[in-house]
């Protein structure tokens, strides 16, 4: 079957500090992959996406490459601020019309 | 603005009562969604509609039901035979580029 598995939180950083969170997926296809970012008390919001192998998805300061040969998806910030602090949802589509398949989710606390 | 909005924000029921979460969107997207999260569980889905009148069960669809009578709107209602309802249940729908688009989520707490 099709799913992400996600690095356990909390991830715990200090401002400006480097962020890895770490995403390997299992598809029986090719999927497009996604960052999905949740605020406290919030619906999802889309951070980024990639949908073929070697694409690299960014979106305020954050980046994550699709890694076809190691099944992989990391997202990734060269420095992080408060204003990051959240909950971050690796998941992947197979198809359009289809439910996504997400990790059980990263929390991250930036503090000052 | 185009979005998804649910209504209520908040919900507070009895244990036994049905009751229903709306969802509507004005994105013009065909998919309909709806998710089930719980503290460390990630999200699951409970049910999904590509159309207008046709709608799928996801993996935890017991004790739940939704209609799909225009493109706009996909309610859900949580029946007394769910036996577990207290929850943040979130809606979304799909583009055409695969990404999915949430609404602000509806916590549901029963007691």
């Known amino acids: 079957g099709n799913s992400v598995t996600q690095m356990e939180g909390p991830v715990t950083l200090s401002e400006e500090a480097f962020l890895t969170i770490n995403c390997t997926y299992t598809?029986?296809?090719?999927?497009?992959l996604f960052w999905y970012v949740q605020y406290p008390g919030e619906g999802l919001q889309l951070l980024l996406k990639a949908t073929k192998a070697d694409d690299k998805g960014s979106n305020k300061g954050f980046e994550a490459t699709y890694r076809k040969e190691t099944t992989s998806f990391h997202l990734e910030k060269g420095s992080v601020q408060v204003s990051d602090s959240a909950v971050y949802f690796c998941a992947l589509s197979l198809n359009s019309g289809y439910a996504l398949n997400f990790g059980k989710g990263t929390s991250l606390l930036v503090t000052p | 603005d185009g979005g998804i909005t649910q209504s209520p924000k908040y919900l507070f029921r009895k244990e036994g009562q049905n009751v229903t979460l709306s969802c509507e969107q004005n994105?013009?997207?065909?998919?309909m969604y709806w998710y089930r999260q719980d503290p460390g569980q990630g999200l699951r889905l409970i049910y999904y509609s590509q159309i207008v009148n046709d709608f799928q069960k996801g993996d935890i669809a017991e004790g739940y039901s939704v209609s799909r009578e225009k493109k706009e709107s996909f309610p859900l209602t949580v029946t007394s035979a769910q036996k577990n309802p207290t929850a943040f249940y979130l809606c979304?729908?799909?583009?055409?580029?695969?990404?999915?688009?949430f609404g602000p989520g509806t916590r549901l707490t029963v007691t």
């Open positions: 598809a029986t296809g090719y999927p497009s």
């Open positions: 994105l013009n997207h065909d998919a």
């Open positions: 979304a729908s799909t583009s055409s580029h695969y990404e999915q688009y």
